[in-house]
């Protein structure tokens, strides 16, 4: 079974423009999770979809924003980039949010897409 | 708020010796998950072993095993016989119902051969 894709992987823009950003999570998750992970910052949470629902949001400007297909395939947008966006988006997909159907709430993380702002 | 807190910013063992990652976290929920990922420097993230809170046995995958203690709320990991591979950055993370995953700030480590 594949693992999870983003795409790019890597991406350098210039403060004010806008990116998007792609996941594709594993066949048959339909959870994906988004995080954003810098040196000083640590992993902080970003967004979480399932079945093309927003259920949690983290603490992130409206810049930033995301949303998810019915094929489970996600995207995020940060619009009006800020030099302090910067840093390694990672995406995470599982089965589904629900203990009882994911007893183990596991998340399968991609590669990760390195965006620099410039 | 469900906080994750690692208190070891780097940490570094002999190859083959034993080394133990320290977590603790809170909480004010009886239900959660516990999980350790590693993150090699090739950034892929990898769960090592998780931890349900309902099992009062620790959870065991080859060399990494892990001590929870839920009334102190701390959840080390111990690698055994540890290789150059182990080499990364170690998250703690916990997650219950209704809440997303929270990671802590990371533990790096060094294996010396």
């Known amino acids: 079974k594949a693992g999870v894709t983003q795409t790019p992987r890597y991406l350098i823009k210039t403060r004010g423009q806008q990116v998007t950003l792609s996941c594709s999570p594993i066949?048959?998750?339909?959870?994906v999770s988004w995080y954003q992970q810098t040196p000083g910052q640590g992993l902080q949470f970003l967004f979480e979809y399932f079945s093309e629902t927003q259920r949690n949001k983290g603490n992130f400007p409206g810049r930033f924003s995301g949303r998810q297909f019915s094929n489970s395939r996600s995207e995020m947008n940060v619009s009006t980039l800020e030099l302090g966006d910067s840093a390694l988006y990672l995406c995470?997909?599982?089965?589904?949010?629900?203990?009882?159907?994911?007893?183990?709430?596991?998340?399968?993380f991609g590669p990760g897409t390195r965006l620099t702002v410039t | 708020a469900q906080t994750v807190t690692q208190s070891q910013p780097e940490m570094s063992v002999q190859e083959a010796e034993t080394v133990t990652l320290s977590c603790t976290y809170d909480t004010s929920e009886s239900d959660y998950y516990l999980f350790w990922y590693k993150q090699p420097p090739s950034r892929q993230m990898i769960l090592v072993i998780r931890q349900e809170a309902y099992k009062q046995q620790n959870a065991t995958e080859n060399r990494f095993s892990v001590n929870f203690q839920k009334a102190a709320k701390s959840f080390s990991l111990k690698i055994s016989d540890s290789q150059l591979g182990d080499a990364a950055m170690y998250f703690c993370?916990?997650?219950?119902?209704?809440?997303?995953?929270?990671f802590g700030a990371g533990t790096r480590l060094t294996v010396k051969p």
């Open positions: 995470a997909s599982s089965l589904h949010l629900v203990a009882e159907v994911n007893p183990h709430y596991e998340q399968y």
């Open positions: 066949s048959g998750h339909r959870s």
């Open positions: 993370a916990y997650r219950s119902d209704g809440y997303d995953m929270r």
